[in-house]
């Protein structure tokens, strides 16, 4: 990354009133400053975008007889303080307790560490206090634990107000006072979109949209200014795509592969299996845009277990056959060792030479690796983000492979690509199904294919979920698979803050499955084992010397034993829907029947709802889309490397209209301005940078 610096010349945007340091608002100063730096924001222009996380109804007071049915939940009280005290119970810890009056009597409130309150909260003083509403077993009474308050002067208006995320020395009153200052600057936010744009999607003005973000007035105003926010939110991502899409189709020095030729034609015909006609329609799509002079940018999306396997083989192959070096890069040393496996024992075969650059090779072995690469002799080459290194040298690299699982950004895709002295070819293979709306931001630059069905003869997994007591019985149904030569998963997840303590339970687990199981051999894979290790164990079980394994979550990628029909998950409640889903693919790989079971107790109602979708459906589709309704997309790796900001205002399930609007807008856009050069289009490219803070617009845009 640092190298790429060097090639191109990065220029500092024009400082302006907003790129003021927070420190000079009033009231604010170095030392508060870095309080705010560790919310991330250190210019006024970041405190504008800062938005509440939500808004209290301040003509929504409640009153202090309603405090035990509100236990443990935010309440909302106003009245008379009648007494206060400041206790100090133990060294540089404050208790400052008021004794208010509401019209239903006296409750109290408490605020930590706040000693200098004491000067304003006195004693009829009208206030309102807004927290959790705790009973206290040592007054026997409840209490106010107070996050926020507000004393009544006649200049106070019940109203919406904003909450926002805080962090320790800054309180919500610090914020809304400091957010109020900034919003002094908005003259001096200028809207980047063009006047066309804002009239075509309805979009209200943005200096208004972002003070009525903070400080609402009206419920349709409110969602209007939100409605052009989320907008401005999709639309600068999705301008980074269509900016490196253009580019990418304008670009006519692409390599024309031949995707005619004998190696393509021996590989279908030693197939021991008819490809599946999604399989063959989407090597047919990769095919063409590798005979294409545009440089291909695809995105291949397929189920766990959908052969995504012989579309990279068909892919490589042509690239091969053209007279070009190819590489594959995947997320895991577990995933490359597969695939290194697989593919380079299929390709021996026709006289193509596999080369992998793994963690566990010594120096030496690399060494010769990098030779080979370098001479030719070397054609394809696999190995984990090792291939990236400097060292890395290819005599005539022309394609990229990379298997994602959305785990690596467009930096590292673009980094893999500047290996080629011309313009390569880049396949992006996803085994993790990903929600459309997200699929279209992330990877909004790519052409998709996407391969939606399974090879014939696989049942689909059957899934149950059980409970922990019920685990005698589905060692009974283990026991009786085993006898018939099958082979079965058992997944710990991570319980326990500590690895070791984590390593003990599967461990332990281990031992026991011994004394259930004797007449058959179990083995154990963790994380703290070495790689070679790992692999030796993985070995022992595809050669069957192992029936059982037992596994920490390392197997989650790149376990491939066909053999394997049953998959156990202990504590399934702790595992995310996608975890779940990858899990389950390792079994139904064979043409014997599969199941899964899924111990768990079931106490929040968001795992059920995840079970439950596990149970129901083996569409990783559906269960993709299900995953981002109950999680959000903050989780899903690979959106924070999509230029979104860290706290998104959209909501990618609900706002999918709108990111459709936003995204068909940014193409609209740079179709008739590729590089955002015109000068209208100046303050667009300003913000794009300022949003993206990342390498590839600069690339781009320079
Ligand atoms: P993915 O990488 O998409 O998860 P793989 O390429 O690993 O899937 O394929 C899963 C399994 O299915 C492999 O054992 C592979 O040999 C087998 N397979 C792939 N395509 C077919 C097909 N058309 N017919 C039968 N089996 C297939
Ligand atoms: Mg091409």
Known sequence: MQRLYRYYNVTIPVMTDLDTDIQYLKGVGPALAKKFQKLGLAKIGDLLYYFPRGYVDRSKIQRSGELPACAGQHILLCGKIARVELRQPRPRFYVLQAEIRDSDGIFSAVWFNQKFLAGTLVEGVEVLVSGKAVYN??????????????????????????????????????????????????????????????????????????????????REAWRQARRRLVFDEFFYVELGAALRYARAKTELNGIRFQPDGALLETYYRSLPYQLTAAQKRVIDEVLDDMAAPQPMNRLVQGDVGCGKTDVAIAALLCAVQSGYQAVLMAPTEVLAEQHFARIAARLAALGVKVGALLGKHTPSEKKEIYRQLASGECQIVIGTQAVIQEKVIFQKLGFVIIDEQHRFGVVQRQLLKTKSAENADLLVLTATPIPRSLALTIYGDLDRSLIDELPPGRTPVKTYHVTPRARPRVYEFLRRHLRQDEQAYIVYPLVEESEKIDLQAAAESCAQLTKIFPEYRIGLLHGRLKNAEKAEIIQRFRTKELQVLVSTTVIEVGVDVPNATIMIIENAERFGLAQLHQLRGRVGRGRQEAFCFLIAELKS??????????????????????????????????????????????????????????????????????????????????????????????????
Do not use: C
């Not at 569409?619 to 860290?646: C, N, T, Y």
């Not at 959209?650 to 179709?671: G, H, M, N, P, T």
């Open 605 to 702: 109602a968001d795992s059920r709802k995840r079970i439950n979708a596990m149970v129901e459906t083996t569409d990783g589709f559906k269960l993709a889309e299900i995953d981002l309704a109950i999680r959000g997309p903050g989780d899903f790796a690979g959106v924070a490397q999509s230029g979104f900001p860290d706290r998104l205002l959209a909501d990618l399930v609900k706002d999918e209209k709108l990111l459709q609007a936003a995204r068909s807008a940014a193409f609209a856009l740079i179709e008739q301005d590729a590089r955002l050069s015109r000068p209208e289009h100046a303050l667009l490219r300003a913000e794009l940078r300022r949003r993206s803070r990342g390498l590839i617009d600069y690339i781009l845009l320079n």
């Open 137 to 218: 077993d040592y007054s026997r009474r409840w209490q106010v634990e107070t996050d926020d308050y507000e004393i009544i002067t006649p200049a106070y208006r019940a109203g919406i107000t904003p909450f926002y995320a805080l962090t320790e020395g800054l309180t919500q009153k610090k914020l809304r006072q400091t957010v109020r200052l900034a919003l002094e600057y908005l003259p001096f936010l200028t809207d980047p979109l063009p006047p066309d744009l804002k009239t075509k999607y309805a979009l209200s003005a943005l200096p208004a949209a972002v003070r009525e973000l903070h400080f609402p007035v009206k």
